[in-house]
């Protein structure tokens, strides 16, 4: 134990040796270092230098180690009361909720004066962390389950975000620099601010100890020694959730050094609960500490990059490294709900569903908005159809590919969860679309969807790689899936917070508008769904043989590896086609195929008509209300369709935690 103390502590000095010496070269870059102590105890007002060093250099690092404390500290308390090692308040979704709350309050849509700013941050953190403890408290708190909707809410606050920049970009642009993280600081006032609360949050855990340790083991344990298990929980999650909001509101949003930090301080020795919660926060604030000076030594070479941005995009390939070992519960059963009767005459049904979707079509297309209200066009669609038809056949035929996507993916995994929005695919091919288009700004149709393809089979690739250690298991491949999700949403964020001037447009086709589609990508994308669609049936046996069990498939002579590849491939190629029309946040994928399911349509081909049909209704619907809601100005169907599928996702969980009970 000696020797792992020593190795603790030549570690951690190694640490914060070199985080001394960014600190000390960066502030010498502000000023000359034999002007330091005029600066520190007499700044010269008159020296812009020294002012500069004084109330930014200075407080900017007393910061960084105020909030990678906090955060450690937040994140053991997390951790020990959820039994679950990947708690913090980025994966378990509190910080995007305080996040939004402030996007609400620098909006005016809060009311009260600038002290109510940590109000509205921590009602936010309140608001979802309600939302993801109450999904997994009647099943024990599992940890698969709670990273799961704490994930998928995080998706949704950054939805919200997307709908809000959309009519204030220019007012949220500095809001985008700051919640990503930015330590930049003008004054002491932070420092003073954190410094006495951080102290009292940490006198308050050390006395909850007790509580704490006792809920660091099985419920039964814990009530057989007279514990009050839903009050201890409550009282200690209220703490974790309120230092958080209190850190979001002081910097904004910085990921993975809660979870990194407690991680560290076990395996640098800390078994115990009072040796983590005082070697945790130390660890965090040198891991800040260094991290931030490293973004500092970076800007004066390259460019400012938000350190939450920075520490997102290193964290979440280590949460993937994590994933696997993970403890979880038994796999997710193929359909929470009480299953119905198997259709008969399926094929009758599909045509009356797809009588009603041309029934609709035309409504769209005849129906608009004008001044005075809703209007029928009349003698006048020939006028209006040249703006109508190319956004009405792009929604509809990314409807279509997300919908069969989604079936594919949850016929693979037996998982009605499986979306390609939920795993991270449309993310994927969302990044590498966005890539091609700032490098390759003529680049046509087909170019992105080479690009939005390799994307996508890049993101199958990983997932695979993090699910198949677990023979497949569909746990894991969610869980990697919403991770690697987290990395790309990071990206698109630190993109957003550099103020390119092409993120003006970009935002549009990033939250799912057809607003901007051009007639040759809506005939283009409606040709490659009908293609697609006609493979569909030589996969016919394939998905319905392959959600029976590995065991089952073999013995049939099914060809395992092959047959899953080629299904993720498919759903890879019209993934990126859907998201190439309707960007990465929609949950079509996600509803479509489950409502086929509820109304019986269970055996592959029919499910997959069916699943089609209903996706593409939705998506119709939900570009016709983006058109006409907020008319004249417009919502973008992606959006629409995502504050309706992670509400949709949350109930799923809740379902399937039912169903086992």
């Known amino acids: 134990m000696v020797r792992i103390q020593y190795k603790s502590l030549a570690l951690l000095a190694l640490v914060g040796f070199v985080a001394l010496l960014l600190s000390l070269y960066n502030a010498q870059q502000v000023l000359p270092r034999q002007l330091w102590s005029d600066a520190l105890f007499h700044p010269d007002r008159d020296d812009i230098r020294q002012i500069i060093f004084y109330y930014t250099t200075l407080p900017r690092v007393a910061v960084s180690l105020l909030v990678g404390a906090g955060l450690a500290l937040a994140g053991v308390l997390f951790q020990q009361v959820l039994r679950n090692p990947l708690a913090e308040p980025a994966t378990l979704g509190v910080a995007s909720g305080a996040q939004l709350g402030i996007t609400l309050f620098s909006l005016g849509m809060l009311p009260g004066g600038a002290a109510m700013q940590p109000v509205a941050a921590l009602l936010g953190a309140l608001v979802i962390g309600a939302a993801v403890f109450g999904t997994a408290w009647g099943k024990r708190l599992s940890p698969v389950t709670l990273i799961l909707a704490g994930l998928v809410l995080s998706l949704y606050c950054s939805a919200i975000n997307s709908l809000l920049a959309l009519f204030h970009y220019q007012d949220l642009q500095s809001l985008f620099l700051w919640s990503s993280g930015a330590l930049n600081q003008t004054d002491w006032q932070q420092v003073i601010s954190l410094a006495p609360r951080l102290s009292i949050a940490l006198v308050i855990a050390l006395l909850l100890v007790r509580p704490l340790t006792l809920l660091g083991v099985d419920d039964d344990v814990s009530r057989n020694l007279g514990l009050g298990l839903n009050l201890a929980r409550l009282m200690a999650l209220g703490l974790a959730i309120t230092l958080s909001a209190l850190l979001v509101n002081a910097v904004g949003v910085i990921g993975f050094i809660g979870l990194f930090a407690p991680l560290l301080a076990r395996l640098l020795g800390a078994r115990r609960l009072i040796p983590r919660l005082l070697l945790a926060p130390l660890v965090g604030a040198l891991l800040l500490w260094l991290s931030d000076q490293s973004m500092v030594l970076l800007a004066q070479v390259w460019q400012e990059v938000p350190t939450g941005a920075a520490t997102a995009l290193i964290g979440a390939p280590i949460l993937l490294w994590l994933l696997p070992r993970l403890r979880h519960s038994a796999p997710p059963a193929a359909s929470v709900s009480a299953p119905a009767a198997e259709r008969t005459r399926p094929w009758l049904w599909i045509a009356c569903a797809a009588g009603l979707l041309l029934l609709a079509l035309v409504i769209v297309l005849m129906v608009g908005r004008n001044s005075r209200g809703l209007s029928w066009a009349g003698d006048n669609l020939w006028r209006v159809l040249p703006w109508r038809w ?63 393809s390799g994307g996508a089979a890049l993101t199958l690739a990983a997932i695979l790689l993090v699910a198949g250690r677990q023979h497949f298991s569909s746990q894991r491949l969610l869980l990697a899936g919403v991770g690697l999700g987290t990395l790309f949403s990071a990206i698109v964020t ?146 629409l369709t995502t504050f309706i599928g992670a509400p949709w996702f949350i109930y799923l969980l809740r379902q399937q935690g039912k169903g086992r009970a």
């Open 494 to 639: 630190l993109l957003l917070a550099s103020g390119d001037p092409r993120l003006g447009n970009l935002l549009n086709w990033i939250s799912g508008s057809t607003y901007g589609v051009e007639p040759v990508q809506a005939a283009s994308s409606m040709l490659l769904a009908l293609v697609l669609l006609v493979v569909m049936p030589l996969c016919r046996r394939w998905l319905t043989m392959l959600p029976l069990g590995n065991d089952t498939v073999r013995s049939l002579g099914v060809p395992l590896a092959g047959s899953r590849m080629t299904i993720l491939l498919l759903a890879s190629v019209l993934t990126a086609g859907a998201t190439l029309t309707v960007g990465p946040l929609s949950f079509i994928g996600l509803m479509s195929p489950h409502m086929a399911r509820i109304m019986g349509f269970r055996r592959a081909m029919p499910q997959l008509a069916m699943a089609a049909i209903i996706g593409a209704l939705l998506m119709l619907i939900a570009d016709w209300c983006g058109r006409i809601v907020m008319f004249p100005n417009q919502i973008p169907a992606g959006l």
């Open 390 to 452: 190319p956004r009405t056949i792009a929604a509809l035929s990314a409807g279509i590919m997300l919908a069969v996507a989604g079936t594919l993916i949850q016929k693979l995994t037996a998982n009605v969860m499986g979306s390609p929005e939920v795993l991270g695919i449309s993310a994927g091919a969302a990044s590498s679309v966005i890539a091609v288009m700032f490098f390759l700004p003529a680049a046509g149709f087909a170019t992105l969807l080479y690009a939005g």
